[in-house]
């Protein structure tokens, strides 16, 4: 099993930025990719950014050039920093890692509004 803990949530506004962290722990042998998925309400969960282990990386085109996805192996973390954030990218922003298996953090809300 893995676990997964996100945060770095919260309320921006329009044009702002916020850096979203996740910590895995347990089986960490189990993870190959980590990344990002989001779901507003009313929709679907969608994909924001995924990286692998040696860094290659799957971004959104609704973020790209405005988010970055990075991770820090020795840590066992992901990092989701977010620039230029609008209204439309106000959702509950999930971890997932793949690999042996697919796991999911509890979600962390992020909303941009004035």
């Known amino acids: 099993q893995v676990q997964l803990v996100e945060s770095g949530g919260g309320l921006v506004q329009p044009g702002g930025s916020l850096r979203l962290s996740c910590v895995a722990s347990?089986?960490?042998?189990?993870?190959?990719?980590m990344g990002w998925y989001r779901q507003a309400p009313g929709k679907q969960r969608e994909l924001v950014a995924t990286?692998?282990?040696?860094?290659?990386?799957n971004v959104a085109d609704s973020v790209l050039g405005r988010f970055t996805i990075f991770r820090d192996n020795a840590k066992n973390t992901v990092y989701l920093q977010m620039n230029s954030l609008k209204p439309e990218d106000t959702a509950v922003y999930y971890c997932?890692?793949?690999?042996?298996?697919?796991?999911w953090g509890l979600g962390t809300q992020v909303t941009v509004s004035s």
């Open positions: 997932n890692t793949q690999g042996l298996g697919s796991y």
């Open positions: 347990g089986d960490i042998f189990r993870i190959v990719r």
């Open positions: 990286i692998a282990e040696s860094g290659s990386t």
